[in-house]
């Protein structure tokens, strides 16, 4: 059955346009809470809401809100908050289903709707077909008697809960006194509660990216954009810079070097540590076909496993689920460590590289640096309209590239889930011979797009 408004993460779009319309917002409310409603229970069915500090989570929480304490649900409003502190808080707070609103690292004028399980864990792709099934359905057929509709509570204690969890991800009595800690929080969902944390663990804490007006979210700044960071790390001679994305859920590190630290190296950083205290479950970790084949050559080498999945921390999760893995995660920054949460946390993720560096009284750069990344190149090629993938000619160039890189190297070449966009990745020893079939590829797709557009 096609997927009419669910994609690869939740529900997304431009602002005040389908389907990121308050019309589809309210409906996605109602339909949700009446899947969700659970009679076991002795109290009445609860959500929780979330939200980054885009201009259009005003509009949207509104929205949502109605939906659901329509249909009989009580709402409990978290505010600005990290999606992790969702997942957390729908566990914490017995609620029925979490919700968050953002678009994570796109434009402020991009939003999102991302739903969570009553366990923390983002919907399977069944039971959005339901809730999706329910939304073209006629609302007045989900609405509750007037006695039973739902009451709405702001969660004044959110930041704290989240704030004292996120210490404890920490090893029993470790601090962070003597840290100059740079953190950017992208102007974003995190830009109360991460900084509060370190402060709390003694680091000396310099912010950026901390005054959101509901137009700068992800603006020159965050994990997407680290310059700021670099440059401010440099500034303040700071130990490690910490950026963050609009929602929290994914980080970048930036070691005193100003060298950037990607997701891959955390996850080898990560596992290598907590193979040694034989706290790593099911021998490696799972990250998906982006990341790089020097971290599965590291790993090797180490005596670990390591798995693949689709691009999508979804997906990482899933199979981590499946089949008993504790470390997991993206090259993009998103990492889970399911022993303290059920979707990437770029705070906790950071913790964990703060607590090696500071167990083993070394600079970040000496430790996080654990392999040579393979030569990788990514390029992205938007399109108007069509499957350029499908075009002979584009699949004609791949077979070659596939030929040519061999034993030697990978390609991975996926159209991306939130926006109209081809993404042509490979990698290999040869670096030039990388860069010129990612190329081939890319005008392969450029042609075939620019002719189905014509």
Not at 209 to 218: D, H, S, T
Not at 240 to 252: K, S, T
Not at 296 to 302: G, I, M, S, T, V
């Amino acid at each position: 059955m096609s997927r009419r408004y669910f994609g690869t993460d939740g529900i997304r779009g431009l602002a005040n346009r389908h389907p990121m319309t308050s019309e589809v917002a309210l409906k996605v409310g109602m339909a949700a809470g009446k899947v969700f409603q659970n009679g076991t229970h002795s109290h009445r069915p609860r959500v929780v809401i979330g939200k980054d500090t885009r201009l259009s989570g005003y509009m949207l929480e509104a929205a949502l809100m109605s939906g659901f304490t329509s249909v009989g649900m009580d709402v409990f409003l978290l505010g600005p908050m990290p999606t992790p502190a969702v997942a957390m808080l729908t566990r914490s707070l017995r609620a029925d289903l979490g919700v968050m609103i953002s678009a994570s690292h796109n434009r402020f004028d991009d939003n999102g709707i991302k739903l969570f399980d009553p366990d923390g864990y983002k919907l399977s792709d069944e039971t959005e077909l339901r809730i999706e099934q329910l939304i073209d359905e006629d609302s007045a057929e989900l609405l509750a008697a007037a006695d039973d509709i739902g009451r709405a509570t702001r969660v004044e204690s959110a930041q704290e809960r989240y704030i004292e969890y996120a210490k404890r991800t920490l090893p029993r009595n470790l601090r962070l006194d003597g840290l100059r800690i740079v953190i950017d929080c992208a102007h974003g969902a995190g830009y109360k509660v991460a900084p509060e944390v370190l402060w709390e663990l003694g680091a000396e804490v310099i912010k950026i990216g901390v005054e959101p007006n509901g137009r700068n979210i992800n603006l020159k700044c965050g994990s997407t954009a680290p310059e700021a960071l670099i440059e401010k790390v440099h500034e303040v001679r700071a130990d490690i810079g910490i950026a963050l994305d609009g929602d929290a859920d994914r980080v970048v590190i930036v070691d005193e070097t100003g060298r950037i630290v990607d997701g891959d190296q955390l996850m080898a950083v990560i596992a290598e540590s907590w193979h040694r205290r034989g706290r790593l479950a099911a021998g490696g970790i799972v990250a998906t076909v982006m990341s790089n084949l020097g971290l599965e050559r590291h790993l090797r080498e180490l005596g670990l496993g390591l798995q693949r999945t689709p691009v999508g921390d979804r997906y990482v999760v899933e199979h981590m689920r499946k089949h008993g893995f504790n470390v997991g995660g993206e090259q993009s920054g998103h990492i889970v460590l399911s022993d303290f949460t059920t979707t990437g946390d770029g705070l906790v993720s950071a913790l964990q590289i703060l607590a090696v560096a500071v167990a083993a009284d070394r600079p970040v750069s000496d430790v996080c640096q654990r392999f040579e990344p393979v030569p990788q190149v990514l390029q992205n090629v938007r399109f108007a309209s069509g499957k350029p993938l499908e075009d002979e000619r584009v699949k004609t160039a791949i077979e070659k590239a596939q030929t040519r890189l061999g034993n030697t190297g990978r390609l991975v070449i996926r159209p991306s889930g939130t926006e109209p966009v081809i993404r042509v990745m490979a990698e290999g020893d040869d670096e030039q011979l990388v860069g010129t079939v990612v190329g081939d590829i890319c005008e392969a797709v450029r042609v075939a797009a620019s002719q189905e557009a014509a």
